[in-house]
């Protein structure tokens, strides 16, 4: 499985975009990249997952650059209500229909009024 | 429904007990997991169960003892549990790349 390194703390101000770099340099070829958040004493949720180039959605934006060894989460104008932790997960959908991945140690974001 | 439901929420017991901890998801996701978490650390993973079959066990001692009756639940039986296995614990389904996984709220585990 691929090992995925992360800033284990980041500060930021309400309203400007937070950029969460993680890197995963023996990525697969077969492996997604998949970004989670959680909040104390819940599960995570799931905010964003692609392959290569760049992903968005209504919350947040991938980059993965070419080669693949690293993607970057960008929240744009964060709140004070993004404060939360944040995982990078690379795995692949094994036979047998389960994904198989490992948590790293998570990214916790501060946001500051 | 695009839930994990999960209960209870909250569990004592002593290390003498037997507990079990449900997990629930209707969303036909055929893959169904079961995460440990301590305190400020990141969730581990202890079972797989991949269409009703246990696929990955994580070498967890036999004092947590997994079952998923049917697709769309999943149970984790708990006997002679130890402090140190207080923790919470997460259940979550997946199908398929692009979605990820959807995780339950979880149960807080707390053995006495």
């Known amino acids: 499985l691929a090992k995925t390194t992360q800033p284990i703390s980041m500060d930021s101000y309400e309203g400007q975009e937070v950029n969460i770099t993680c890197s995963h340099n023996n990525i697969a070829t077969n492996d997604y990249i998949t970004w989670y958040q959680q909040f104390p004493s819940q599960g995570p949720r799931f905010i964003i997952q692609g392959y290569k180039t760049k992903v968005t959605n209504e919350v947040a934006s991938l980059f993965i650059p070419a080669d693949r060894k690293s993607s970057t989460l960008s929240l744009p104008r964060v709140s004070l209500s993004d404060t939360a932790v944040y995982y990078c997960?690379?795995?692949?959908?094994?036979?047998?229909?389960?994904?198989?991945?490992?948590f790293g140690t998570g990214t916790k974001l501060q946001v500051i009024p | 429904d695009t839930e994990v439901t999960q209960t209870p929420k909250h569990l004592v017991m002593g290390m003498t007990n037997k507990k079990s901890l449900k997990c629930e998801q209707h969303?036909?996701?055929?893959?169904m997991y079961w995460y440990k978490q301590k305190a400020k650390k990141p969730p581990e993973l202890m079972f797989v169960y991949s269409y009703e079959k246990l696929s990955i066990n994580e070498s967890v001692p036999s004092r947590f003892s997994p079952e998923c009756p049917n697709s769309s639940l999943l149970n984790l039986h708990l006997h002679a549990l130890q402090p140190e296995d207080s923790a919470l614990y997460l259940c979550a389904s997946s199908q398929g790349t692009g979605n990820g996984y959807t995780f339950g709220s979880g149960t807080r585990l707390t053995v006495v």
């Open positions: 997960l690379v795995g692949d959908m094994v036979t047998g229909g389960y994904q198989k991945v490992t």
């Open positions: 969303m036909g996701h055929r893959a």
